[in-house]
């Protein structure tokens, strides 16, 4: 049986191993404790401790193609284990441009959407009624910082009937009634529209030996729907003549009816049509001493009706 190792007291960290008495030599052992946190070795060139070496950098990083930054915290001296914590979080280029933001959930980026419609009105916007197209230009895909170019054109709603046929007006100085003609326009979206109209209507008439003529023509613009006058009437044609001698004379007027009608946004849309009237006064409601009225016309070849929408 081999001797027993013999320590001399709880300090020692050497082992005698033998007798003390010759010719046996003293050998001397290493005691190394088993405790896991020791990581003591003993090998042929004598003790040996791994040495580690744990390191880290905080903020930015040293190394301009890094993003990541390393924070390490030591232990206590006296902890066992030794545990080193490792944390590691986003550098964030504090640029403009980064729109990197850093959360409780991890990175974020702002996302935006930019959009337009181009083309003719309506449809463009949700109710069609605007007069505005927008073009919405993005950057290219390298751009920094990434700028949107947004533009905008007028577009207004816009239309034009004409030409159309003629009506006879030698009625209407009788009845005292407006005639309809087919001039007409339909104002398509709720807003404020410009109509322009060039009317054209004429009055011819023979005057015998002293007779006289007292005869005027009008026009005006009413909605189709509800009767309803939207521009009052303009003066046309005006035949106011008297003569020694016969006479056969033919006068024409070309109008101008312009004015701004609305349409609401309940009424959705509007027809607008122009109406035309003869009328005479004086004696023989404007043909006198033997006049003759021989025609009075809406001319409906000569006449044009516009409509331009100004606010929505």
């Given at each position: 049986?081999?001797?027993?190792?013999?320590?001399?007291d709880?300090?020692d960290?050497?082992a005698?191993?033998?007798?003390a008495?010759p010719?046996?030599?003293?050998?001397?052992?290493?005691i190394i404790?088993?405790d896991?946190?020791?990581?003591?070795?003993?090998?042929?060139?004598?003790?040996?401790v791994?040495?580690t070496?744990?390191?880290?950098?905080?903020?930015?990083s040293p190394?301009?193609?890094e993003?990541?930054?390393?924070?390490?915290?030591?232990?206590?001296?006296?902890?066992?284990?030794q545990t080193?914590?490792?944390?590691?979080?986003?550098i964030?280029d504090?640029d403009?441009?980064n729109?990197?933001t850093?959360?409780?959930?991890?990175?974020?980026?702002?996302?935006?959407?930019?959009?337009?419609?181009?083309?003719?009105?309506?449809?463009?916007?949700?109710n069609?009624?605007?007069s505005?197209?927008?073009?919405?230009?993005?950057?290219?895909?390298?751009?920094?910082?990434r700028?949107?170019?947004?533009?905008?054109y007028?577009t207004?709603?816009?239309?034009?009937?004409g030409?159309?046929?003629?009506v006879?007006?030698?009625?209407?100085?009788?009845?005292?009634?407006?005639?309809?003609t087919?001039?007409?326009v339909?104002?398509?979206?709720?807003?404020v529209?410009?109509?322009?109209?060039d009317?054209?209507?004429?009055?011819c008439?023979t005057?015998?030996?002293g007779?006289?003529?007292n005869l005027?023509t009008?026009?005006?613009l009413?909605?189709?729907?509800?009767g309803?006058?939207?521009?009052?009437?303009?003066?046309?044609?005006?035949?106011?003549?008297?003569?020694?001698?016969?006479?056969?004379?033919?006068t024409?007027?070309?109008?101008?009816?312009?004015?701004?009608?609305t349409?609401?946004?309940?009424?959705?849309?509007?027809?607008?049509?122009?109406?035309?009237?003869?009328?005479?006064g004086?004696?023989?409601?404007?043909?006198?001493?033997?006049?003759?009225?021989?025609?009075s016309?809406?001319?409906?070849?000569?006449s044009?009706?516009?409509?331009?929408?100004?606010?929505d």
């Amino acid at each position: 049986m081999p001797p027993r190792p013999t320590r001399f007291d709880n300090s020692d960290c050497i082992a005698l191993v033998g007798e003390a008495t010759p010719p046996e030599p003293l050998r001397a052992d290493l005691i190394i404790d088993p405790d896991e946190c020791n990581a003591a070795r003993c090998t042929g060139q004598g003790l040996r401790v791994p040495k580690t070496h744990v390191t880290g950098t905080s903020g930015p990083s040293p190394n301009a193609n890094e993003t990541i930054g390393v924070v390490v915290t030591p232990p206590d001296a006296d902890d066992c284990p030794q545990t080193y914590t490792v944390s590691a979080h986003a550098i964030l280029d504090p640029d403009e441009c980064n729109a990197l933001t850093s959360t409780e959930q991890g990175l974020r980026v702002t996302e935006t959407h930019v959009t337009g419609t181009s083309g003719p009105a309506p449809g463009r916007i949700a109710n069609a009624w605007q007069s505005i197209d927008v073009v919405v230009a993005p950057p290219a895909a390298a751009d920094c910082p990434r700028n949107y170019t947004v533009r905008a054109y007028l577009t207004p709603q816009r239309g034009e009937a004409g030409p159309v046929g003629s009506v006879d007006l030698r009625p209407t100085r009788t009845s005292n009634t407006w005639a309809n003609t087919a001039l007409q326009v339909t104002l398509p979206a709720p807003g404020v529209y410009l109509v322009s109209g060039d009317v054209n209507t004429s009055i011819c008439a023979t005057l015998e030996y002293g007779s006289a003529t007292n005869l005027w023509t009008e026009v005006r613009l009413i909605d189709v729907d509800s009767g309803t006058v939207e521009l009052q009437p303009r003066g046309s044609a005006q035949h106011q003549f008297t003569s020694p001698d016969r006479l056969q004379h033919c006068t024409h007027g070309p109008t101008s009816l312009s004015g701004l009608v609305t349409v609401s946004p309940a009424q959705g849309s509007k027809t607008v049509r122009v109406q035309a009237i003869l009328s005479g006064g004086g004696p023989g409601d404007g043909l006198a001493n033997g006049a003759t009225l021989q025609k009075s016309t809406f001319h409906g070849p000569r006449s044009y009706l516009t409509y331009v929408k100004v606010a929505d």
